[in-house]
């Protein structure tokens, strides 16, 4: 600012000197004129040199005062655009957090930046913005910056043949797999683990058993018979023998 004033000051000084020695010229110019008619050998040549010189300070005092008004003009136009500036930030962020603070804020929570800018809404009340992600949306509140709702949802991790048999066995100690495959149940991937006695335990992608089929009748006895035949066999065998 004092480098402005400082300009302006130059120029009213340079102004109001060009200003006087117009005044100057005029008045020498209006002494000399009594002379012009008291004696008619004047030369002309130098009334028109004077005349010259006269124009051509007149035309730079204009060039002075011309650039002084495009100078002061500039210096307004500086200082009017600051003056307004502030009140618009202030109506157009009335929140202490922006939407690239609510967005850095959710990109801790999923660990990826979100592939658009939040919006601001009302959640449950209080103003927040909302952060869409792919699988689920973060709710960041506008005024504190607090994580008001985490909706995102965690990736399933699914476990393998070697693990579904391995819970399958834990859970039903009682007989012996015989065969796996998978299956759907309730319209959800699974592994079936059959077991010698007839049933069929549900594993389901997460680890959790979802059912157990118990064998069927037809099963049972089949597996009582496939029981009892070696114990014949060995009295066979004792019978030979004797």
Not at 79 to 103: K, M, R, V
């Amino acid at each position: 600012m004092k480098n402005k004033a400082s300009v302006a000051i130059s120029i009213f000084i340079t102004v109001f000197v060009i200003t006087i020695g117009i005044g100057v010229i005029t008045k020498v110019s209006a002494d000399n004129n009594p002379q012009s008619n008291s004696s008619p050998t004047v030369d002309a040549t130098a009334f028109a040199e004077r005349e010259a010189a006269y124009q051509q300070i007149i035309a730079q005092a204009n060039q002075q005062i011309e650039f002084a008004n495009q100078q002061i003009a500039t210096l307004a136009n500086e200082i009017t655009p600051q003056s307004n500036q502030e009140p618009t930030l202030e109506a157009t962020s009335p929140y202490l957090f922006s939407p690239e603070q609510a967005s850095a804020i959710a990109q801790q929570i999923a660990g990826v930046a979100p592939k658009t800018l939040p919006e601001l809404v009302s959640f449950s009340g209080t103003p927040a913005y909302e952060v869409i992600y792919g699988n689920g949306k973060v709710y960041v509140d506008a005024n504190t910056g607090a994580v008001l709702f985490n909706g995102l949802q965690k990736a399933v991790t699914k476990i393998t043949s070697e693990q579904a048999l391995y819970i399958a066995v834990n859970y039903l100690k009682t007989s012996q797999p015989v065969s796996m495959n998978t299956s759907t149940f309730n319209g959800a991937s699974v592994y079936v683990i059959q077991f010698a006695d007839g049933q069929s335990v549900f594993v389901d992608m997460t680890g959790k058993v979802v059912a157990v089929q118990m064998a069927s009748p037809a099963q049972t006895s089949s597996s009582s018979d496939d029981d009892d035949h070696p114990e014949l066999s060995d009295d066979s065998h004792e019978e030979d023998d004797d």
